[in-house]
C-alpha cells in the first residue's frame, strides 16, 4: 500500500494515529488495531532518515500497538467477577484526549484571530505625573523622635568615636593611600585665590586632610608662582607664608604647561 | 453627580494605564470597595458599546483594561502600522491548549498527552510571554510547572480561564459523541 | 448615524495612536474631507467635556490628540505611586543628630565623624526637608555647609536654632566634658 502523505506532516505518533484511523474511515472505539499496526509500520520504515529522538517517539508507539495486537490474539483469561478489558481502552483514551485537545486549538486559533484585531496603547503618564514628587510630612517622620532621643544618639556616635582610637595604636603613623588629584587642586587653590586675593599658606592648608594634600597643594603654589600667577612674602624663617594672587582667571594645569 | 466622577476617573486611570489595571488597584486609588468600583467599570463598559465609540473596556481576569473594539481594526491599519503579532503554529496552539486546560502541568505531562517531546513547543510560548512558570511540583527532581498568563488570555480575548472554550465534563461527553457520529457517518457513506 | 460610526473611528485612531495626530491624516483614513473632520472632531471635543468623561481632545496646531484632563492628575498620582511609608532609619538618624549638634557641618566633616561614606543620608535628609544648605565653606573647593531647617526645629517646638538646649557652646562643652568623663570611666575599668 503506498503512502502519499509526507511524514513531516505528523506531530508525532498519535497524530499519524489518528491520521491511519481518520483515513480508514473507523471508529476511534474501535480501531482494528492489525490493520492500522500494519499501516503504521509502514510510515516508520519510510522515516528511516529521521533523527533517532523523533523515531523512538513512533517506535514506542509502534511496540504499544503490536503489544495490543498480540494481546487481542490471546484468549482473555477467565475471571468471573471482573469483566475483560478491552486492550484498546488505554489507547482509545490517550487518543480521545489528544484529539480533543486539537479540536480546541482549532477553536483557540479563531479566537486569536478576533482579539488579534483589538489594539492596547502603551501607558502614557503625563510629564506633571511623573515629576511628582510626594510630600513629606515632616511631623510625621518625626513622631517618635525627641530631642532627648536625638541628644543620646550624639552621645553614642562621640562615643563610638572614642573608642575607635586604641591608645596603642594611635600613636602609630598613619599608612593610607590618598588619591590626589593634582589637577584639581591646582584649580581649587586658583578658586581660592580669586576669592580671596591675599591669603596666608596656612589657612590654604586648614583643609588638608594628609601630607599628601599638603605636599600637592605646595607643588600647586610653586608652579603657579613659576609661571607668575601668584606672589609669595615671608618675613622670617618657618613664619607664615603670605600668598597674594594675581590674575584674574583660572587656568587648567594643562594650559600652564607642567 | 458623584458616579460621574468616579467614572471620568476610572476612565482617565485606564487610559492613562494602558495595561490591565486590577481592581483592587482602582478601588484603593479611589478610595472605595472593590464591589462598587466592579460594579461601575461593568456598567461603563456597556456604555462604552455605544454605537459612536471606538474603544472599549474589557475584562481580564480581575483587571481592567482599555482598548480598541475590533470593528475599528480596519480603519486604524489605514493610519499606523500595526506591529505583526508571532505566528502561532499548530504545534504551539496544540501545547498551548493543553497547558491552559491542564496547568498547572509539567513538561513531562504534556508530552505524555501529546506523545513528543515539547521543549522547544513551550520555551517558545515562555518566549511570547503566553506561558510562565508557576512554581514546582513537590515530586521527585522539583519540575518546573507550567501556566498561561494575562498576555494569554488578552490575546485570545478571554475574560479568564473559566471563558475557556468547553472545558466541563458534559461538553467533554459532547464531544465525543459528536466525534463518534462524525466518524459513524464516514463509515455509512 | 454615519456620523457615530466616524467618532467612533476618530476616538479608536486617537487612542491608539497616543500622540498628536494630523487632522489631515485622519480625513484620509477616514476618506473624508479635512473641513468635515475637523469640525466633528472639534464637536467631540465638547462631547468629552462632559463631567463624566477623564479624558478629552486637545488640538495642537492643526493636530489632535487623545490624553487626561488636568483635573485627573491627582486621581492618576494615586494610582501610579504607591504611597511610600518614609521612616527614619539609624542610619539617617545618626547623621541628623550629628547635622544638629555639630551645624554648619560640610559632609566630608559627617563622614570624619561617622567613619562612613554619607552621601545617600544626607541627601534624604534634605529630601525629607529635615536639613537644607546653609552656604558653603570657605575653604579650597568651597564645601556646601548643612543644617537643620526650620521645619525640623517647629516639629520640635523649638523657635530658632538657639532654643536647641545642647547646640549653644558653654552645653556643647559640659557634654564633651560629660563624654569624656564617660570614657575615662571606662577605661579606668
Do not use: W
Amino acid at each position: 500500500m503506498s503512502i502519499p502523505v509526507k511524514l513531516e506532516a505528523f506531530e508525532g505518533p498519535l497524530d499519524l494515529l489518528l491520521h491511519l484511523i481518520d483515513k480508514n474511515k473507523v471508529n476511534i472505539y474501535d480501531i482494528p488495531i492489525a490493520l492500522i499496526t500494519d499501516q503504521y509500520l509502514d510510515y516508520i520504515k519510510q522515516m528511516e532518515s529521521k533523527s533517532l529522538e523523533i523515531m523512538s517517539e513512533f517506535l514506542v508507539m509502534a511496540a504499544t500497538l503490536i503489544n495490543i495486537k498480540s494481546r487481542m490474539l490471546l484468549p482473555a483469561p477467565e475471571t468471573e467477577e471482573e469483566e475483560a478489558v478491552d486492550p484498546r481502552q488505554e489507547l482509545v483514551d490517550r487518543l480521545l484526549e489528544y484529539k480533543m485537545y486539537k479540536y480546541i486549538s482549532v477553536e483557540l486559533k479563531d479566537r486569536e484571530m478576533d482579539a488579534s484585531r483589538v489594539l492596547f496603547k502603551p501607558p502614557t503618564i503625563p510629564q506633571e505625573i511623573s515629576d511628582f514628587k510626594e510630600e513629606i510630612n515632616v511631623e510625621d517622620l518625626l513622631s517618635d523622635l525627641t530631642l532627648a532621643k536625638l541628644h543620646e544618639i550624639f552621645k553614642s556616635i562621640v562615643k563610638k568615636q572614642a573608642d575607635k582610637i586604641d591608645p596603642i595604636r594611635s600613636k602609630f603613623g598613619k599608612i593610607e593611600k590618598e588619591e590626589i588629584n593634582l589637577s584639581e587642586k591646582f584649580i581649587q587653590i586658583q578658586e581660592y585665590g580669586l576669592l580671596h586675593k591675599t591669603f596666608s599658606f596656612r589657612n590654604l592648608l586648614e583643609s588638608a586632610h594628609s601630607r599628601m594634600e599638603v605636599i600637592v597643594s605646595f607643588l600647586c603654589i610653586l608652579e603657579l608662582i613659576k609661571i607668575g600667577r601668584l606672589r609669595i612674602e615671608q618675613e622670617n624663617l618657618f613664619d607664615d607664608i603670605n600668598i597674594t594672587f594675581l590674575a584674574s582667571d583660572i587656568i587648567h594645569m594643562e594650559e600652564a604647561a607642567f | 453627580m458623584e458616579l460621574k466622577m468616579i467614572e471620568a476617573q476610572i476612565e482617565a486611570i485606564l487610559f492613562t494605564m494602558g495595561e490591565a489595571v486590577e481592581v483592587d488597584r482602582i478601588a484603593a486609588a479611589l478610595d472605595h470597595d472593590t464591589d462598587t468600583i466592579r460594579k461601575i467599570i461593568r456598567n461603563m463598559m456597556d456604555q462604552y458599546e455605544g454605537e459612536d465609540r471606538g474603544i472599549h473596556i474589557i475584562e481580564l481576569d480581575g483587571a481592567f483594561q482599555m482598548c480598541t473594539k475590533p470593528s475599528m481594526y480596519e480603519t486604524i491599519i489605514k493610519i499606523t502600522h500595526v506591529p505583526k503579532k508571532h505566528v502561532l503554529t499548530d504545534v504551539l496552539l496544540e501545547t498551548l491548549s493543553i497547558i491552559a486546560y491542564k496547568q498547572p502541568i509539567t513538561k513531562l505531562q504534556i508530552e505524555q498527552i501529546r506523545g513528543v517531546k515539547s521543549d522547544h513547543a513551550v520555551n517558545k510560548l515562555v518566549e511570547y510571554n503566553l506561558v510562565c512558570e508557576m512554581g514546582r511540583l513537590d515530586a521527585p527532581g522539583r519540575p518546573i510547572l507550567f501556566g498561561t498568563t494575562e498576555e494569554f488570555l488578552r490575546s485570545f480575548g478571554l475574560q479568564s480561564l473559566d471563558s475557556l472554550p468547553v472545558l466541563n465534563p458534559e461538553k467533554l461527553e459532547d464531544f465525543k459523541l459528536e466525534a463518534e457520529e462524525e466518524l459513524q457517518l464516514k463509515l455509512d457513506i
